[in-house]
T-cell receptor
Framework: AQKVTQAQTEISVVEKEDVTLDCVYE???????LFWYKQPPSGELVFLIR??????QNEISGRYSWNFQKSTSSFNFTITASQVVDSAVFFC???????????FGDGTTLTVKP | ETGVTQTPRHLVMGMTNKKSLKCEQH?????MYWYKQSAKKPLELMFV???????ENNSVPSRFSPECPNSSHLFLHLHTLQPEDSALYLC????????????FGPGTRLTVT
């Protein structure tokens, strides 16, 4: 069985602070994909990043960066110099390669205050 | 139109009504999905279609009936729903069912009275 745990239900920071959203996953598959999605108040989930299980390179995209550590089954997401527009619910997801089965975490609600 | 569109955006229906949710993707993808997002629960995968064929059905009650007439369109037919079915219903698509990121529509906010 697959499981994704986002232990932080809600995080509140002040603008310009750095913030890390944690994601821990469980799977018996050797090949899988990890994702982060952002859900702003409008409701539409927006894809941010995909990582496959063989690629442990960290990635940076502007103020966003991701740290994938297979040894600890974690795929954490850091926002540097947060902005009010970053306020949203962020979901971590795990997907195996069999028929598109996806498992989402419960989400972390990030509030960035001015 | 680009991306994934869903209609209607909001729907209020009684428990005896029959309604349908529509999803259309303009991305040339081969896989489409229905998810349910409730206030107290995480995203729940309901159905997966790959090339118009249903490949995943996550023990969804029969009062929800999906239809995929072609790879660009996906419907969710609703009948005799319960108040606990009130939720945000999200449609998504991806290039293939077994890989790749999913692109989501804006969702249909369903309220069952």
């Amino acid at each position: 069985a697959q499981k994704v745990t986002q232990a932080q239900t809600e995080i509140s920071v002040v603008e310009k602070e750095d913030v890390t959203l944690d994601c821990v996953y469980e799977t018996r598959d050797t090949t899988y994909y990890l994702f982060w999605y952002k859900q702003p108040p409008s409701g539409e989930l927006v894809f941010l990043i995909r990582r496959n299980s063989f690629d442990e390179q960290n990635e940076i995209s502007g103020r966003y960066s991701w740290n994938f550590q297979k040894s600890t089954s974690s795929f954490n997401f850091t926002i540097t110099a947060s902005q009010v527009v970053d306020s949203a619910v962020f979901f971590c997801a795990l997907r195996n390669t069999n028929a598109g089965k996806s498992t989402f975490g419960d989400g972390t609600t990030l509030t960035v205050k001015p | 139109e680009t991306g994934v569109t869903q209609t209607p955006r909001h729907l209020v229906m009684g428990m005896t009504n029959k309604k349908s949710l529509k999803c259309e993707q303009h991305l040339g993808h081969n896989a489409m999905y229905w998810y349910k997002q409730s206030a107290k629960k995480p995203l729940e995968l309901m159905f997966v279609y790959s090339l118009e064929e249903r490949v995943e059905n996550n023990s969804v009650p029969s009062r929800f009936s999906p239809e995929c007439p072609n790879s660009s369109h996906l419907f969710l037919h609703l009948h005799t729903l319960q108040p606990e079915d009130s939720a945000l219903y999200l449609c998504a698509s991806s290039q293939e069912a077994g890989a790749g990121e999913q692109y989501f529509g804006p969702g249909t906010r369903l309220t069952v009275t």
